[in-house]
């Protein structure tokens, strides 16, 4: 069996993906994980805290997912297409529900400034990638928005080609 905080943070990952973060409540988690109370505090201050680590590793998860996906384009043109189809590819594989950072963001309150900071963190960072190839931020912005991928790190694009 998996350490607790792994199962604490397993389990909020398909709670909040399926649920979302406003329905799902820290005793849902603590049962569906199978830990103590006192375990949850000992891992997560709170269930925002448990939030940030969720967007965190769905980061790390999309950003290791897509590099395998486009690591065999051979051109700047073809990691983009690649790009494209791999949001194509993950909704598919997860049921899509819309963006996980999204979501989360509708139904949190502005005074929640750490998540929603984290939010703004990682969409800066797909904006980034793009704009690092294109050089055109007003054509990154708009790409990063409408595309609905959340998640492409400026590392994913090689700057090579």
Known sequence: MSRPRERIVSTAMVLFHQQGYNSTGINQIIEEAGVS??????HFKSKDDLCIEFFNKRFDYWVSELENFISDAQTMEEKFMKSFDFLIYMNEK????GCSFLNIMSEIPVDK???HHVIRDHKGKLRDSFNKDLKNDILSAHISFFSKAQYLP???????N
């Open 154 to 160: 400026a590392s994913s694009i090689d700057q090579t």
């Open 37 to 42: 109370k006192a375990s949850f505090y000992q």
């Open 113 to 115: 400034t750490e998540i």
């Open 94 to 97: 997860e049921d899509f529900r």
